[in-house]
């Protein structure tokens, strides 16, 4: 495995990315709020879980541009750390499309690391029912933007559609939601050490979450994803996730929380820390 020092100069402008997708976004959110008179942050659907965002059944008004920062102590001794956007956006009502990607930066053990640009994610949901319960369908295209020889990436398409509900009362937001998603055999190595074949399956990925709003501000979270074996004879992903949204005014918010691993597949701990603008 080779060193890269050039990696935290790479996140350093990543994280100047989402600072400066952020600023447009703030810029966009007071002209809406001048209009509208009110915030949209404030709305309950704004509420977002961490884990679960894109399953979520619910859409935003109109837009949404978060800076997050994600740090996992991994299973296999390794950590890592990813930098990146999150996008939503509301084309047309009931409609959700947007994406994810990140810049990461990951130590192996014996002091190697490597950094570049992970695997994207884009996606699309249709909030066909509202009330007195949300119901959605979405797809998700996992696109091979990772160099699969720094495992960095998987190097393949995948792709996964799930179906997903939630009902906001008054003391507490709950979701639901289950998928199934298509891994593509994969090669991964090479740059690193050996290469691995990775025999992909269909797997199974669910969770919930419920939200409790303690303020108009500010509010608390838990979450419970789990995701079964992706690839032969590896490990299911199951996670559970405390959080927390704090509503600062004028479309921005902050969330964060931290992530306990349930089994190999998914990370030992995690801290999540995200800045958001909606408008």
């Known amino acids: 495995m080779t060193s890269i020092p050039n990696g935290r100069r790479i996140l350093s402008s990543a994280l100047g990315l989402t600072l400066l997708l952020g ?3 703030t810029a966009a959110a007071q002209s809406t709020a001048a209009r509208s008179g009110s915030a949209s942050a404030t709305m309950e659907d704004s509420r977002r879980f961490l884990q679960i965002f894109i399953e979520d059944a619910a859409v935003v008004e109109n837009g949404w541009i978060e800076g997050q920062v994600r740090y996992q102590d991994l299973s296999n001794d390794s950590d890592l750390l990813g930098i ?3 996008l939503a956006f ?3 009502d009931g409609l959700e499309v947007g994406g994810r990607l990140s810049l990461l930066d ?3 053990p014996g002091n190697n690391s490597e950094s570049g640009l992970g695997d994207t994610t884009v996606y699309g949901k249709w909030q066909f029912f509202r009330n007195p319960v949300q119901f959605a369908v979405g797809a998700e295209l996992f696109l091979p933007t990772g160099d699969e020889e720094k495992f960095l990436g998987t190097g393949e398409f995948d792709a996964a559609v799930f179906a997903s509900v939630r009902k906001n ?3 507490a937001y709950v979701t639901g939601h289950f998928g199934f998603r298509k891994n593509n055999d994969a090669r ?5 050490g050996p290469v691995i074949d990775l025999d992909g399956k269909t797997s199974i990925f669910l969770g919930g979450g419920v939200m409790f709003p303690l303020s108009d501000r500010f509010a608390l979270s838990g979450e419970l994803t789990v995701e079964t074996e992706r690839y032969e004879d590896s490990d299911s992903a199951v ?3 405390a959080g927390a949204y704090w509503f600062a005014g004028r ?3 902050l969330r964060g929380g931290i992530g306990l691993g349930l089994d190999d597949g998914a990370p030992d701990v995690e801290v999540i820390f995200g800045a958001a603008w909606t408008f």
């Open 23 to 25: 600023a447009s976004g």
């Open 84 to 86: 990146g956007p999150i």
């Open 90 to 92: 509301s084309p047309v």
């Open 106 to 108: 990951v130590d192996f």
């Open 169 to 171: 009362l008054a003391e």
């Open 188 to 192: 991964v190595g090479g740059d690193l």
């Open 239 to 241: 996670a559970l996730t």
């Open 251 to 253: 479309g921005f918010s």
